[in-house]
């Protein structure tokens, strides 16, 4: 145990937004397809404490160039009638591979059980555009579950980022970054904490020059400038207080303890509460795999984590 934040067509009139909604559930009707869920009616239907997710609910317009899929996530409404605080996962994937669906059942019923909401994000991966528009559209799913919240039974302003690997680089650089969820029109203090499991790229230009690693100019570009923009630890400043951090790692890996004391040692230097887990016999990819299994320290870890920071 270390100290106490947990640590992957031209020439064509457009149609109105609600005409084209509509034209668009006429056309799946016709083709017996059921789409993305429509954002007006995310969670209609779902009676409160149904233990199955709403999927493919689409969290921004169609973007010219890029897969529907992109900007869709699955969510999972609390189990009770009453407004549920809610976990946002941001899958890892070295920015470049994965989807939502590394966001569990597993991990939503152990969240659910607990009296959260739980949903798990798709967003612009590497191909799609640099990472600073992934981190916008993570900002953006948060804005829309707000703005659904009344209708999903869930509290917009007691919001948890969650991430694995360089999802959590991402949950990290969202919840410290102000500029992203402001530019979504999301208060910053609606996010009350942020779980990382296993982070990768928590101090870019640390990790380059320990490394040496090619993955990181690949994806964050050449320029140490833009390392440090991109860097969680760069916005752990004093001013904000920032939310609190529950940051878990693997120790037999060789990197992501040294990031995760890192940015500890900036959080705690900005005022902010912060612990990190040393998760014994976890490997990278079990502690967000295994979230939420019985017994699992990390779950539990978490969930007192945040019954005293969030319920």
């Known amino acids: 145990m270390i100290s106490s ?7 064509r009139a457009a149609q109105p937004p609600a005409r084209r909604a509509l034209a668009g559930l006429a056309l799946a009707t016709a083709l017996g397809t059921a789409g993305p869920t429509l954002a007006a009616a995310a969670c209609a239907g779902v009676a409160p404490g ?43 994937g070295t920015w470049m591979y994965g989807g939502k669906y590394a966001g569990t059942p597993q991990q939503a019923r152990a969240f659910r ?6 949903a798990t994000v798709n967003y612009r991966l ?15 799913a948060v804005a829309f579950l707000r703005r659904e919240a009344k209708g999903c039974g869930l509290d917009p302003d007691r919001i948890v980022l969650m991430g694995h690997s360089a999802g959590a680089h991402l949950a990290a650089l969202v919840a410290l ?20 499991l296993d982070a990768y790229g928590l101090d870019i230009a640390l990790h380059v ?20 923009a991109m860097s969680p630890v760069s916005h752990a400043a004093p001013g904000r207080r920032p939310p609190p951090v529950i940051l878990h790692v693997d120790g037999d890996n060789s990197e992501t303890p040294g990031q995760a ?17 040393d998760a014994e ?31």
Do not use: C, K
């Open 209 to 228: 020059r320990e490394t040496g690693d090619p993955v990181y100019a690949r994806v964050f570009g050449p320029d140490p400038e833009g390392w440090a």
């Open 261 to 277: 004391r890192t940015l500890e040692q900036a959080l705690r230097a900005a005022g902010g509460e912060v612990e990190v887990f």
């Open 50 to 92: 149904t233990d199955r997710p709403v999927r493919n609910l689409t969290y921004l317009p169609p973007t010219a160039g890029l897969p529907a899929a992109v900007h869709r996530l699955d969510l999972w409404p609390g189990a009770s009638p009453l407004p549920a605080p809610l976990v946002v996962f941001v899958h890892g």
């Open 177 to 196: 970054d102000e500029s992203y969820l402001e530019g979504a029109g999301v208060p910053p203090e609606a996010v009350r904490a942020v779980v990382l």
């Open 113 to 118: 059980a607990a009296g959260y909401a739980y």
């Open 126 to 140: 590497r191909r799609h555009g640099p990472p600073q528009e992934a981190a916008r559209d993570i900002a953006e």
């Open 281 to 311: 016999g976890e490997s990278h990819n079990s502690l967000n795999y295994g979230f939420g299994a019985p017994g699992d320290e990390t779950t539990r870890r978490t969930l007192d984590f945040l019954a005293r920071q969030v319920r």
């Open 5 to 11: 934040a947990i640590l992957h067509g031209p020439g």
